[in-house]
């Protein structure tokens, strides 16, 4: 089993069976349980965009942190006991997939998991590859929300150069009129 990068097209092709059906989120989607093309999704995020999956995107705060705040203009969103994912948007072998990816790595394994469901946004933003990210959380009526806190790719343009209240305000523009 390997994956491989189509660059001409911005499509992953993925070779034998890499996909299982499991449950996630009280729902049946697919996880991909080959490290090749788990390796492979990986290492286009990181060289072709400079994301990297597994990290500490949160600061905790004390005292100093705390008194930096109140003497500057900042916008805190809380950090819940969710699950942090990134929420990547590609096609593969032709077919347009929304890979959840875990930022948490388990203990003695080497990727993070990833699952395929099914979501239905506009084509472009799998064409050209979106990344959100985010938290799956749970309500008190046991019903799971993907809560996203940012973005990190439009359309294969990274949102980096962006304040945090454009990435916002892209983010309601996509959920309002690039996804049903």
């Keep these: 089993n390997t994956a491989s990068n189509n660059a001409a097209s911005n499509t992953i092709n993925i070779k034998g069976n890499t996909l299982s059906k499991i449950s996630f989120c009280d729902k049946e989607c697919s996880n991909i349980n080959d490290n090749n093309v788990k390796k492979s999704i990986i290492e286009k995020l990181g060289s072709q965009y400079s994301i990297e ?43 347009n997939c929304s890979i959840f990816i875990d930022k948490k790595l388990k203990d003695g394994y080497t990727y993070p ?12 933003l799998f ?10 959380v749970k309500d008190a009526e046991r019903r799971w929300f993907f809560l996203i806190d940012g973005i990190l790719l439009y359309k294969g343009l990274t949102t980096a150069e962006k304040n945090i209240i454009a990435r916002y305000e892209l983010i309601h523009s996509i959920m309002s009129g690039e996804y049903t």
């Design 113 to 124: 998991k990833m699952h395929c469901v099914k979501y239905n946004f506009q084509e472009e």
């Design 53 to 95: 999956v597994v990290n500490r995107d949160y600061t905790i705060i004390n005292p100093n942190t705390l008194r930096i705040v109140s003497y500057h203009q900042h916008i805190i969103t809380p950090y819940t006991n969710g699950n942090p994912y990134l929420l990547y948007l590609c096609v593969i072998d032709g077919v």
């Design 127 to 136: 064409d050209k590859e979106t990344v959100f990210s985010g938290e799956l």
